[in-house]
């Protein structure tokens, strides 16, 4: 489908987003012409957990982590909100309005904690299995969604955001998201529409320039009409990680999620470790705007490799 758009040349886009606005009176959805799971490669995953996942988008596995596992997650997390050479590094979003602690980005290359978990034999091949190829990690972070304080993330699909902004060509992507603190429905805890991972939503707005320095704290741009939203909340329903700490959801990168406001006493921090086939490099922005900086959308695409002795096996 070649895209006409406001102020760059027409591409060859099969997810054009990032819309003008004048042309809003024809955006349609338009059903994934990728697979969910790419291939049958071999991993952990039992054909059971792999057709939920192929049928929902996303799939839940209680307990990944071991509570003394969360622990070394935890305390590391603790360490890097203390480290003043991280808070000047650009890693760190605050909200906006209370400048708690929002996200730390890059933490699988700022920490040898994270990175290990990245390369732990038993996470790596289940994003291997699903992606069907080696790996690499496009985008990690820690959303730390503090109690009284967190805002959440509007309706969105990360997809949108990474083809149009970074350029990763197709859905051939899997995030990781581990609760490091008990995930409750009152504390942020995040909701998926299972099924609408199949449907891609264009969305309408041109992308400013530097987009990501407030689309990070409060996204305006790139995020589907509400009348996308209810079609698709009517059709596929709403379901909601929510688990104990240590438990992992693997959702695809064009799942509808959202999170609410956390106005509970608890904190709902989660890491995201985002897997990225080594076959779906990220190219020219399909936004037309500059690639947005390496923390976001890592450029070397070199596969990761198992650690034999991960603290996390
Ligand atoms: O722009 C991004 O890459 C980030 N934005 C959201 C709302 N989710 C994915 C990602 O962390
Ligand atoms: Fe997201």
């Given at each position: 489908m070649t895209t006409a758009r406001s102020t760059h040349?027409?591409?060859?886009?099969?997810?054009?987003?990032r819309l003008d606005a004048s042309a809003t009176h024809d955006i349609n959805t338009i059903p994934r012409p990728d697979p969910t799971v790419w291939g049958a490669t071999p991993g952990p995953f039992p054909a059971?957990?792999?057709?939920?996942?192929?049928?929902?988008?996303?799939?839940?596995?209680?307990?990944?982590?071991?509570?003394?596992?969360?622990?070394?997650?935890?305390?590391?997390?603790?360490?890097?909100?203390?480290?003043?050479?991280?808070?000047?590094?650009?890693?760190?979003?605050?909200?906006?309005?209370s400048?708690?602690?929002?996200?730390?980005?890059?933490?699988?290359?700022?920490?040898?904690?994270?990175?290990?978990?990245a390369r732990t034999p038993r996470i790596l091949d289940r994003a291997r299995q699903i992606l069907g190829s080696e790996v690499y990690i496009h985008q990690s972070r820690i959303n730390a969604?503090?109690?009284?304080?967190?805002?959440g993330f509007y309706w969105h699909s990360d997809f949108e955001t990474w083809h149009a902004e970074d350029g990763l060509p197709a859905p051939r992507t899997v995030?990781?998201?581990?609760?490091?603190?008990?995930?409750?429905?009152?504390?942020?805890?995040?909701?998926?529409?299972?099924?609408?991972?199949?449907?891609?939503?264009?969305?309408?707005?041109?992308?400013p320039e530097g987009h990501f320095h407030e689309s990070?704290?409060?996204?305006?741009?790139?995020?589907?009409?509400?009348?996308?939203?209810?079609?698709?909340?009517?059709?596929?329903?709403?379901?909601?990680?929510?688990?104990?700490?240590?438990?992992?959801?693997?959702?695809?990168?064009?799942?509808?999620?959202?999170?609410?406001?956390?106005?509970?006493?608890?904190?709902?921090?989660?890491?995201f470790l985002v897997f990225n086939s080594v076959e779906n490099a990220p190219r020219e922005p399909y936004g037309g705007t500059a690639p947005r900086p390496d923390y976001l959308a890592e450029?070397?695409?070199?596969?990761?490799?198992?650690l034999a002795d991960s603290p996390f096996a």
């Open positions: 040349e027409a591409v060859d886009d099969r997810y054009p987003s059971t957990a792999l057709a939920e996942y192929e049928r929902k988008g996303f799939h839940i596995e209680d307990g990944l982590l071991t509570p003394a596992q969360v622990q070394e997650c935890w305390s590391e997390f603790d360490r890097m909100t203390d480290d003043a050479d991280l808070a000047d590094s650009g890693l760190l979003i605050r909200e906006r309005e400048g708690a602690i929002r996200s730390i980005f890059r933490v699988h290359r700022v920490s040898p904690v994270f990175e290990a978990l969604m503090p109690g009284m304080a967190g805002t995030s990781l998201s581990i609760a490091l603190t008990d995930n409750f429905p009152f504390n942020g805890g995040l909701m998926l529409m299972p099924g609408a991972h199949r449907t891609f939503v264009p969305c309408i707005g041109e992308t990070l704290q409060d996204q305006r741009v790139g995020v589907p009409s509400p009348s996308a939203i209810t079609e698709l909340g009517y059709e596929h329903g709403i379901e909601q990680f929510t688990g104990a700490a240590g438990a992992g959801l693997f959702f695809d990168s064009n799942s509808m999620h959202a999170s609410g406001n956390n106005i509970s006493p608890y904190p709902r921090a989660n890491v450029r070397d695409v070199t596969p990761l490799t198992p």
